[in-house]
């Protein structure tokens, strides 16, 4: 059974400090994690208005059932390039790697916060292979462009319980928990105002809350690179931080982002770990780009690779089955330039 804890500043996976004596491009990542954002993986519409948007380009058709079988296969070879963790959403995230509006209906949770079984049995699927490989999983509870699914702040909470007590009970111990994605576009979260940054610490504490024989989930929800990097409340609450590293004009913005999180009282008061699980820059090739800069830094680094976008800002994109691990239909295979860039540089420093 595959473990994650938390001691200090370190993630220790089966008792030990993760990748321990590793280093990626000659720098040491002594209890970071390399994580890649996966978050689609258990992914369904159950609108019917748009389902057919996601469509396979070899069948005409989308199929659920064939999205998360890849998303299994692919993960044994993501595990020998040197991936640690990755994040998986039960509200997913956009299938159009960016959008502007979201009239799908993509989240595993029923308006009322129940969790839908459909959406649960392929999440246990992935976490029970996950564990057999040796992967720690942080699975994403709420989206942006899905929270308004759910009816009101008591089915948020509803959902925030069922979903804790179904990771609880299904035994896994290498999950970690994140509330929910970027708190800080309070704009976008206008339905589930608890799920703003002002206020998602109290979900924090809730699913923290939520034992089973003793144990609890370690939990945390995510700021993106736009003010407030970070509130006194989560710094104070959350067993980690989360930080996302989309929109920095440099890679030199992502210390700085840690050193700001360092500087708040609250957390120097209790140091933990500090995570990037998101962020679209890539620059797999020079010897200076986000990845390095955050590991440099020592923060965990995630890879967030939209899908077929190649210009800024980025728009909106139907997923073509070849680039990125987002927009719908994903190729979860190592299927594109960028995608090789990224496990070719984690996978330097391996044991050959």
């Not at 649960?120 to 699927?125: N, S, Y």
């Not at 809350?209 to 959350?238: C, K, N």
């Amino acid at each position: 059974m595959t473990t994650v804890e938390i001691a200090g500043t370190s993630f220790l996976v089966d008792g030990a400090v993760a990748n321990a004596g590793r280093t990626v491009r000659g720098v040491p990542v002594d209890g970071l994690l390399l994580n890649s954002r996966m978050i689609n993986g258990i992914f369904d519409d159950v609108n019917p208005e748009t389902v057919d948007k996601w469509a396979y380009p070899d069948t005409g058709t989308w199929d659920a059932e064939r999205n998360v079988f890849e998303f299994i296969a692919a993960m044994p070879e993501w595990k020998s390039k040197g991936l640690d963790c990755f994040t998986i959403g039960i509200q997913g995230g956009s299938p159009q790697g960016y959008s502007e509006t979201q009239p799908w209906d993509t989240g595993g949770f029923d308006a009322d916060g129940g969790l839908r079984p459909a959406f649960a049995e392929r999440l246990t699927r992935v976490l029970d292979e996950a564990d057999r490989l040796g992967f720690v999983v942080i699975v994403d509870y709420f989206y942006q462009g899905q929270e308004m699914r759910l009816i009101d702040e008591a089915a948020v909470r509803r959902a925030t319980v069922e979903a804790t007590r179904f990771l609880l009970e299904g035994g896994w111990r290498n999950v970690l928990v994140e509330i929910a994605n970027e708190v800080n576009f309070d704009w976008e979260y206008t339905h589930s105002r608890n799920m703003r940054w002002d206020r998602v610490h109290e979900l924090i504490a809730l699913a923290q809350s939520i034992e089973l024989e003793g144990r609890r989930l370690a939990v945390s929800t995510s700021f993106a690179a736009i003010d407030p990097i970070m509130t006194p409340e989560v710094a104070a609450q959350a067993d980690w931080i989360l930080l996302h590293g989309n929109g920095t004009p440099n890679p030199e913005r992502l210390t700085e982002m840690v050193e700001e999180v360092r500087a708040m009282r609250a957390y120097a008061a209790n140091p933990r770990p500090i995570m990037f699980n998101e962020d679209d820059h890539f620059d797999f090739d020079k010897p200076h780009n986000h990845m390095i800069e955050a590991l440099r830094a020592g923060a965990s680094w995630g890879y967030f690779d939209p899908g077929s976008i190649t210009v800024m800002p980025p728009r909106p994109t139907i997923g073509n089955y070849r680039d990125g691990y987002q927009a719908v239909p994903v190729n979860w295979g190592i299927s594109s330039e960028i995608k090789r860039g990224f496990f070719d540089a984690i996978s330097d420093g391996l044991p050959s």
